[in-house]
Each structure stands twice: as structure tokens, then as C-alpha cells.
């Protein structure tokens, strides 16, 4: 019973959007910010770093792929180092530094 009202707890800031994912704000403080981004099937993110932040992702839901990328001597282009798939409740830490 208690998934079921963990999933209706969430599922209210599940907002989606055709052509692109969407990043919904549930929380925030000075120390913290909690988000659910939302993916349609086959939607991604474009290749970006996190900037000095850090951040905790869970899958609540379906699955995530995520591809790490280096940057190459060149400054310019990259090369994908790893791709994991997680699925629900998969967690991952992803370090901004």
C-alpha cells in the first residue's frame, strides 16, 4: 500500500512535454533542490556537465540511459566513456566537480 501513495505523491509534479523533457520543481532550500524531470519515450538531454553541483537521481519510473562523455584534447569534441541503463528504483550520484 505504501508504493501506491509514494506513487500518487510524485506522480502530482509529473508534467510532460512533447519534444522535450521537462524539469518540475517539487522543493528547495539553501542546502538542496528537488526536481523530477520527466522523459517521454526515445526524448533526451543534450550533452551538458553539472557545474559544480552534485546530485542524487532515483528512477521512479520506466528507465533512464545515461552515457558519460570525455572531452577530447581538442577541446572540442567528445568520446563516450560508459552507458548505463537504470531501472526503477535504480539510483545513481553524479559528481559536478
Known amino acids: 500500500m505504501r508504493s501506491i501513495t509514494l506513487h500518487r505523491e510524485w506522480r502530482q509534479y509529473a ?10 520543481l517539487i522543493g528547495f532550500d539553501e542546502k538542496f533542490t ?10 533526451m538531454s ?24 570525455d572531452i577530447n584534447a581538442d577541446g572540442q569534441t567528445v568520446s563516450e566513456r560508459s552507458v548505463v541503463t537504470y531501472h526503477p528504483p535504480g539510483v545513481t550520484y553524479i559528481c559536478g566537480a
Open 15 to 24: 508534467k510532460f512535454k512533447q519534444g522535450h523533457y521537462t524539469r518540475n
Open 34 to 43: 528537488i526536481l523530477l524531470l520527466c522523459w517521454e519515450r526515445g526524448q
Open 46 to 69: 543534450p550533452i551538458h556537465d553539472h557545474a559544480g553541483s552534485n546530485c542524487w537521481v532515483k528512477v521512479l519510473e520506466g528507465e533512464l540511459q545515461e552515457t558519460v562523455y
